[in-house]
Nanobody
């Protein structure tokens, strides 16, 4: 019913920048929150950043001051601007959204397929 498609990953040197995008499409009535998580090889998936429908943002401590999450509500799109990237930021980045689909009352969380971010030292 709902699809999330990420883009913008790639290979960058330490200190560089990347901008990730994620667009939700399908039978969407509204979106409560959109977020980015990441998973490095051999590690558990971890929270990176979240933006609520009212614009409130939240970040994991290690990315504060370097990453910025934003959204375009009209386009059902969320962005993650990543600056001053470090090798430890390398991971597959996943977009997630809490979506209320048409004719439903409760949100369901959907995930994208992920986009690879690799930061070389």
């Amino acid at each position: 019913q709902v699809q999330l498609v990420e883009s913008g990953g790639g290979l960058v040197q330490a200190g560089g920048s990347l901008r990730l995008s994620c667009t939700a499409s399908g039978n969407i009535f509204s979106i409560n929150n959109m977020a980015w998580h990441r998973q490095a090889p051999g590690k558990q998936r971890e929270f990176v950043a979240l933006i609520s429908s009212d614009g409130t943002t939240n970040y994991r401590d290690s990315v504060k001051g370097r990453f910025t999450i934003s959204s375009d509500i009209a386009k059902n799109t969320v962005y993650l601007q990543m600056n001053s990237l470090k090798p430890e930021d390398s991971a597959v980045y996943y977009c997630g959204a809490d979506v209320i689909v048409v004719r439903r009352t409760h949100p369901t969380t959907y995930w994208g397929q992920g986009t690879q971010v690799t930061v070389s030292s």
